[in-house]
Structures are given as C-alpha cells and as structure tokens.
C-alpha cells in the first residue's frame, strides 16, 4: 500500500457554493423569496452592508431567483471586499483564478486569498496553501504553502489537517516527522475526514511512523468507506480491504469489522464542522490537476 496524496481537489462548484449561501433564501413560497431578494438588494444598495453585497453576489453568481450573471456577482464582491468581506475577498480570488465574471489572472487570486487569509478567514488559508503547493501566482513555495496549511489546521480544518499531515510525512516544506503526521491524521479522522482515515489505515498498514497494526488499518479504512469516500479512493480502499481481510484471521477479521462500527458511531456522535473540502485518490504524487479553490 502507498500513503495517499494530499487533498488538493477543492470542493465546491461557483453554483453549489451560492446555492448553500443562500438556501435559507431559498426556500418558502415565491412571494416570500421575492420579498427576501428585494431586502438585501436594498441593504445592499442602499445601507451598503457587506453582508447583503456579499449574499447579493452569491445570488447572482448561482442565479437564485435572477438571471445568473458572474461579472455583476464579481461587482458586488469586490464592493463587498472593500468593506472588510472576508469571504467576499476569498470568492474575488476564486473569480480571478476560475476565469468566472474576470479575466483569468492568478496573480490577481493569490493576492485576495492571502488578504483574507490574513484577515482570518480558514477558507483562504487552504486556497493559499493551494495555490503555493501549485504555483498559482507565485512560484511553487512548499515552506509557505505549509506555514498556511498549518494555520488552517490550527483553525480546526479538518482538510487542512490532512493536507499538513501528508507534506509531514513526505518531508515537504517541514522536516519530515512521521510523529506529527500520524497525530495530525488522528485528528482529522477523529474530525470525520474520510481522506485522513484511509490514510491512517494505509499508515496502520504499512507500519510507517507507528507499528504496523492490520486489525487498525482495516477499521480505519472501513469508516473510511462509512463516512462517504469517494471516487477513486474508494475503489483502491476497498481493494485495500480485501487485501488485509485475507491477511488477518477469522476471529481478527470480525473484530476489526466490529471495531470500524466503533470508529463510525465516534465519528458520527462528534461530527466535523461543515468545511467543504475533499477527497482525492492514492500515492503521494503532487496534484497537476487544475486549481479549483474553496469557495465556503
């Protein structure tokens, strides 16, 4: 088994990302969606709020109840940014990276991320970190691209947790430190990350930086699959878990099964904070794949 790369492929579309900032919007009868629509469009227009220019952005942006139009959700960002938006200024740096209401300009994106990610804002943080591991805007930086996935983690992100874990453990922009990594993994498994949980089951596996243990591998790995492990990940765990059934005993084999219900039930009982972050699949190769930042 080889440890499994760092989650770099962000979660949410522009469309899902508006959608879940503006459902409670959203629902009730069309009257009272419209009556909704017209307070924040005052608020935004008229008391200038941050907050009703950044949902008004969001709504434009998803087309929720309006024609969806990109460049005049940008305008409403970048007006909610100058007064101090965190996520307004996060989502100005998705715009400029994803090419949606602006012309494309990464330069542009890694700015209004780390003028967010210094203000505070996790989301940011991550989109930073990204962009650095990527060369998104500047050239690749491990150190720095490290330093942001840590401040996320310290924030409680469970993705960024993952993410740190795996540059400890491959020595990538920090000293290596199996130790560190294997906490790290612990605590975003514990958080209900599917990603740190297979790939604490492929540490338990291998036996790296902890003692090689297939009964804990195969648990973690199963509430791996529990707890929604998608994808190509999902395909390569469940070989993973065939490979260890065969390997340990009838008797183990049942613990281990009963031990991935403990390990759900904990998990399920104290859930992660919604963060949407994401799944990728196996080895620790670098993502090359297109950059598409977090937008929650």
Known sequence: ?????????????????????????????????????????????????????????????????????????????????????NEAMNYLGVAYASGNGVPQNNAFALRWFLKAA????????????????????????????????????????????NSLAVLFETGTGVPQDHLAATMLLTQSAKLGYPLAMENLGVLYANGDGVKRDNLVAYAWLGAALEAGLQGEDRDVTMQELDVLAQQLGAADLARARKLVGTFTAAITQHPAPATPRHQPSSNPRNDSSAFKPSYL
């Open 1 to 85: 088994m080889k440890f499994h790369r760092i989650a770099f492929v962000l979660l949410l579309s522009i469309a899902s990302h508006a959608n879940a900032a503006t459902q409670r919007m959203t629902y009730g009868e069309p009257a009272s969606r419209n009556l909704t629509l017209q307070r924040i469009y005052q608020l935004a227009t008229e008391k200038e709020d941050p907050t009703a220019m950044y949902a008004l952005g969001t709504i434009l942006a998803e087309g929720a109840g309006v024609p969806q139009n990109y460049e005049e959700a940008f305008n409403w960002f970048f007006r909610a940014a100058e007064r101090g938006s």
């Open 118 to 161: 210094q203000n505070g804002s996790v989301e940011a943080m991550v989109n930073a970190a990204l962009a650095y591991r990527l060369g998104v805007g500047s050239p690749v930086d491990y150190v720095e691209s490290a330093k942001w996935f840590e401040h996320a983690a310290a924030r409680g992100d469970a993705g960024a947790m």
